[in-house]
């Protein structure tokens, strides 16, 4: 026996979330990466935009809980890329607010019934009860973090 204290990673919450949102994301982002040569960062940065247009870059940050300098790079690739439009809040011009551009549009367009069609293969096994659990469940522990998170600070 050790006298270090073990890990079980097995049986590790964070570890086990990390190994399967990787792979998951991994998986379709070689799809969309070699049709679109977008990054997993930037789909994210379209995916919110697609469902929440008008956010600001912290914004889209904090949808997402990804590192406000990979989010700022993914939306100066994208308005480079033609993918992302931005205009500048008319009471704060230091403000900007992004949305997804024409072109951009029409990638997600695309995306997003792949995107899809993956989680429905995931899931394709589970019941709709399991489901209902398997998203209410994750909404729950999605609550439990944030406030484990403010506990801890």
């Known amino acids: 026996m050790s006298d270090h204290p073990i890990l079980e990673l097995q049986r590790f919450l964070p570890y086990r979330l990390s190994v399967l949102s990787n792979r998951t994301s991994d998986a379709i982002a070689r799809e ?3 049709r679109f040569a ?3 960062t930037e789909w994210r940065v379209m995916a919110v935009l697609g469902r929440y247009p008008n956010l600001s870059a912290n914004q889209v940050a904090q949808r997402t809980a990804m590192d406000k300098v990979a989010v700022s790079r993914a939306v ?3 308005l480079e890329a033609g993918r992302l439009e931005r205009d500048f809040d008319d009471d704060d011009r230091r ?3 992004l949305r997804l551009s024409p072109d951009g549009l029409a990638v997600y ?3 997003v019934p792949l995107a899809l069609g993956f989680e429905n293969l995931i899931l394709a096994d589970m019941s709709d009860t399991e489901r209902d659990l398997l ?3 994750l909404d729950r522990l999605d609550e439990l973090e944030l406030r ?3 506990a801890s600070l």
Do not use: M, N, P, T
Request: proline share 0%; net charge positive; aromatic share 10%.
């Open 38 to 40: 977008l990054s997993v």
């Open 32 to 34: 969309y990466s070699q």
């Open 95 to 97: 403000r900007s607010v």
């Open 76 to 78: 100066a690739k994208l």
């Open 135 to 137: 998203f209410r469940l």
């Open 148 to 150: 484990a998170e403010g």
């Open 109 to 111: 367009d695309q995306i």
